[in-house]
């Protein structure tokens, strides 16, 4: 599986951006489709994860309400719609993918397929 995220900028804090993932080389079904930050200078981190089915969602609380997942499977795409964006949001965002039809895994170590990165620059 190749992920490739794309949609990473610069916004003013305040901001909205939308990230995408799009998986190819093999069946995008059974899988969940997650979204990992790493800021400078810290450890990658949990953002939001998506179901295979679609009906579970699972957010961190430091971007619940701001932040909501969707996928397209038809597109192989899922999209991460940032609205709210804070300067503590500027990261590289990083798409993930883990085996699965209705978990909504949180940890790293579950996925094993990841893009290669998209960075989102929130300024004051």
């Known amino acids: 599986v190749q992920l490739q995220a794309s949609g990473g900028g610069s916004v003013q804090a305040g901001g909205s951006l939308r990230l995408s993932c799009t998986a190819s080389?093999?069946?995008?079904?059974?899988?969940?489709m997650g979204w990992f930050r790493q800021a400078p200078g810290k450890e990658r981190e949990f953002v939001s994860v998506?179901?295979?089915?679609?009906?579970?969602?699972y957010y961190a609380d430091s971007v619940k309400g701001r932040f909501t997942i969707t996928r397209d499977s038809a597109r192989n795409t899922v999209y991460l719609q940032m609205n709210s964006l804070k300067v503590e949001d500027t990261a590289v965002y990083y798409c993930?993918?883990?085996?699965?039809?209705?978990?909504?895994?949180?940890?790293?170590?579950?996925?094993?397929?990841w893009g290669q990165g998209t960075l989102v620059t929130v300024s004051s």
């Open positions: 080389g093999r069946t995008f079904s059974s899988r969940a």
């Open positions: 998506i179901s295979w089915t679609g009906g579970s969602t």
């Open positions: 993930a993918t883990a085996p699965g039809r209705d978990e909504v895994p949180v940890r790293e170590y579950e996925y094993d397929y």
